[in-house]
């Protein structure tokens, strides 16, 4: 089968340098919202070893084949979707080596019948390896978006992440701060169980933009176990207008010629 070449005008790699900062979590809802704008956009699940996008975005099922051989991409709340967690059974483990992740990865950007997209999200795993990688050097990216949470552990990992896209020549779009404070829903007193702000922080020194703070709470948490993403389960809540004020950044961020973004980091590299 001939492979064909994913059509996006935009490709958008949501990173984190560690696991369990909600890296998923942004990119569902991040996805979905850019849905709500009118685009076309597709949401590629490139984490291997652990594929949550399926039951975040409540939907399973097997790709089917279109006449061409290519495999038809499953849809749900708007958003074209692909996930080796559509074609592996149950709890068994994909138990793979680096080679066979990165082929896995160029088939999902070459072998789908994504169709004309304006934006295809890729959530990445957490870390610098083979997927990452073969991301970077398979498809052009319009750039990385980085997740973390506010302690230092955590933006330490994802300054590593920030760092590898900037070698390989990949624009940043953002930080993200997720799980940055808690506000109690009985009492109203918000609690900095992470510490708070050090993702802002860092953005200004490493002089990229920061895309806003997420809280921790349990209605973004169910959302994601239940399949329903917070966007879509309360669309008019706080939390979804935080996503859209967050996607109204990352599109500004995406409207700046992606040349001098590249120039700009190549010159903070050099610094």
């Known amino acids: 089968m001939e492979a064909q070449q994913p059509i996006s005008q935009h490709v958008l790699a949501i990173a984190s340098g560690k696991g369990g900062v909600g890296k998923s979590t942004i990119a569902v ?47 749900q709340y708007g958003v074209k979707l692909m996930s080796v967690g559509f074609l592996a059974t149950g709890s068994k483990p994909v138990i793979w080596r680096g080679p066979l992740i990165g082929k896995l990865i160029k088939q999902f950007l070459t072998q789908v019948a994504w169709g004309p997209l304006d934006y ?36 330490e990992d994802a300054l590593r992440g920030l760092e590898m896209f900037r070698t390989m020549q990949v624009p940043i779009l953002g930080l993200v701060e997720n799980m940055s404070y808690f506000l ?24 990229v933009p920061f895309l806003g703070a997420m809280p921790l ?13 917070i966007v879509v389960a309360e669309p008019e809540s706080a939390h979804a207008a935080s996503f859209r004020a967050m996607v109204t950044q ?17 010159v903070i590299d050099q610094a």
């Open 29 to 75: 809802n991040l996805a979905i919202t850019l849905a709500h704008t009118g685009a076309s956009v597709g949401l590629l699940d490139a984490d291997i070893h652990g594929p949550n996008i399926p039951r975040m975005m409540g939907i399973r099922g097997q790709p089917q084949r279109g006449p061409d051989g290519s495999m038809l991409p499953l849809e």
């Open 184 to 207: 109690c829903p009985h009492c109203n007193v918000r609690t900095d169980i992470f510490d708070h702000g050090g993702a802002q922080r860092a953005a200004a020194e490493y002089q």
């Open 217 to 229: 709470d349990p209605r973004i948490r169910h959302g994601g176990d239940c399949g329903q993403p």
């Open 120 to 155: 295809l999200v890729v959530d990445l795993p957490p870390g610098t390896g083979d997927a990452q990688l073969t991301l970077c050097q398979s498809v052009p990216l319009t750039g990385g978006i980085i997740v973390s949470t506010p302690q230092d552990v955590a933006l």
């Open 250 to 266: 990352l599109l500004a961020q995406i409207a700046i010629d992606p040349t001098a973004q590249r120039t700009r980091a190549l």
